[in-house]
């Protein structure tokens, strides 16, 4: 491991805003060099300077559109080349576009899939290659609340992607690979730029910062599955998995 305090090096996708941007600065801060990337590489380079400028370790960056598969597997690989090693890949990148299915909104939708799932599986293959090689390794999925049940409307799509996650995560659990950690975390509601339109109306809203630190923890841990923040979204998640969808429907 190359980190600074032994800890590592973690790679983390759509690094450049929301909770990918604080993930960075709260890994950072606990002894970890980061390789990071996203699209928006002026954002992420800001990022990375001031990462190096408050804990001194080493960040390196990469463009990266993450439906891209062979761009996701040559930037992944450049990495671990680079750093010797990749300890954690945190698989974040995602969009939240959508809207009801069969309303003319279909390319919203499709985007949302082929970024959240389909560029998620690519970086799991590229991310399983070097941990494979490695003969270790920790892969975490960053799903969301909603991939427990089926979501109506504009959610649809989105929450189909990320019960996709889990359900790739737990695949790979299933396949017991020698030095394999695999997480998958379910964040609820955490601000972050991807939901700014809503924030003012939904409940169970937590500031950024706080929001990451449980998924951080978590991820520390090597959580097999969490929902974060615990409260309320720990027992909100044995709830929603037995409720009748009627029931459902009206929560969200």
């Known amino acids: ?42 954002r992420l380079d800001a ?6 400028t408050a804990t001194g370790g080493r960040v390196e960056t990469a463009a990266l559109d993450v439906t891209d598969g062979d761009a996701v597997a040559a930037v992944f690989h450049a990495f671990a080349q680079s750093f010797g090693t990749i300890d954690r890949v945190v698989v974040n990148a995602g969009i939240g576009k959508g809207a009801p299915l069969g309303t003319g909104w279909a390319s919203a939708n499709l ?25 270790r390794g920790h892969l975490v ?13 504009s959610m649809t799509t989105y929450a189909a992607t990320k019960a996709g996650l889990a359900s790739l995560a737990e695949g790979l659990r299933s396949e017991r690979i020698r030095g394999l950690d695999v997480s998958v975390i379910h964040p609820g509601y955490i601000r972050s730029e991807m939901n700014a339109h809503v924030e003012n109306r939904t409940r169970f809203m937590v500031d950024t910062e706080p929001g990451v630190r449980a998924m951080v923890e978590a991820i520390e841990k090597r959580r097999v599955r969490a929902y974060v923040p615990a409260w309320p979204w720990a027992p909100l998640g044995i709830a929603l998995k037995i409720l009748p969808l009627s029931v459902v429907r009206r929560l969200t």
């Open 141 to 153: 999925l960053i799903s969301s609340m909603s991939a427990l049940r089926g979501m109506r409307k």
């Open 47 to 52: 990022l990375a300077t001031e990462i190096r």
């Open 1 to 42: 491991m190359s980190g600074r305090s032994g800890k590592g090096v973690v790679l983390i996708t759509g690094a450049s805003s929301g909770l990918g941007e604080e993930m960075a600065r709260q890994f950072a801060a606990l002894g970890y060099d980061l390789a990071l990337c996203a699209r928006r590489t002026d």
């Open 111 to 135: 985007a949302t899939a082929m970024t959240n799932f389909v560029g998620a599986l690519a970086q799991a293959e590229a991310a399983l290659e070097i941990f494979r090689r490695q003969g």
